[in-house]
Nanobody, 115 residues
Framework: QVQLVESGGGLVQPGGSLRLSCAASGTNPAIHAMGWYRQAPGKQREWVASITRGGTTNYADSVKGRFTISRDNAKNTVYLQMNSLKPEDTAVYYC?????????WGQGTQVTVSS
């Protein structure tokens, strides 16, 4: 059974940075395209960024140029470096494989951008 554990969230001021981590157990994320998603209060979960097996990255327009997704296959971990954070980035962030059949979602990690 695959387990995803997200961490690294917190409270940050506008313009600040955070680095999120997603540790996967029960699988090898290196063989999957992996993505970060987020869900703001009262909104549906949305895709933020993804990275293919070969390392190709894609980003939602709202985060392009500010966020960077990466992976450490040796550690079964996927990262999301978030810079120049804005209040509208406030959400619970999740990771999962990019698939029509995602794994069970983890607890996510809360990111709050506020002064």
């Amino acid at each position: 059974q695959v387990q995803l554990v997200e961490s690294g969230g917190g409270l940050v001021q506008p313009g600040g940075s955070l680095r999120l981590s997603c540790a996967a157990s029960g699988t090898n994320p290196a063989i999957h395209a992996m993505g970060w998603y987020r869900q703001a209060p009262g909104k549906q979960r949305e895709w933020v960024a993804s990275i293919t097996r070969g390392g190709t990255t894609n980003y939602a327009d709202s985060v392009k140029g500010r966020f960077t997704i990466s992976r450490d296959n040796a550690k079964n971990t996927v990262y999301l470096q978030m810079n120049s954070l804005k209040p509208e980035d406030t959400a619970v962030y999740y990771c999962n494989r990019v698939s029509i059949a995602p794994w069970s979602w983890g607890q996510g990690t809360q990111v709050t951008v506020s002064s």
